[in-house]
């Protein structure tokens, strides 16, 4: 996740270092009193078609690295996510 990343969007998918897959998300909020925090789950939530109250950080509220959980049909989740990030290989 990168804070004031001057839009709200998902960038696509990364590799880390260790081999771990991980979407790059941006949004305009800063990282101040868990604004950017609820920015990341609010945009998950209407990028997935989702109520917000579905999507929330399992860890990492402090960090870029974060662990998000999403309620819901797993197939139906997979595949608008591989849908939102197929377009944008990071």
Not at 2 to 13: A, E, K, N
Not at 24 to 40: L, M, P, Q, T
């Amino acid at each position: 996740m990168t804070p004031r990343g001057g839009r709200d969007d998902i960038d696509g998918v990364e590799t880390l270092a260790d081999g771990r897959p991980v979407v790059k998300v941006r949004v305009r909020a800063i990282a101040d009193g868990g604004e950017a925090n609820r920015a990341v789950t609010e945009l998950l939530a209407r990028a997935l078609g989702v109520p917000k109250a579905r999507v929330r950080i399992l860890s990492g509220a402090t960090s870029r690295l974060k662990e998000v959980a999403v309620d819901g049909d797993p197939a139906r989740l997979g595949e608008t996510l591989r849908g939102l990030t197929a377009a944008k290989p990071k």
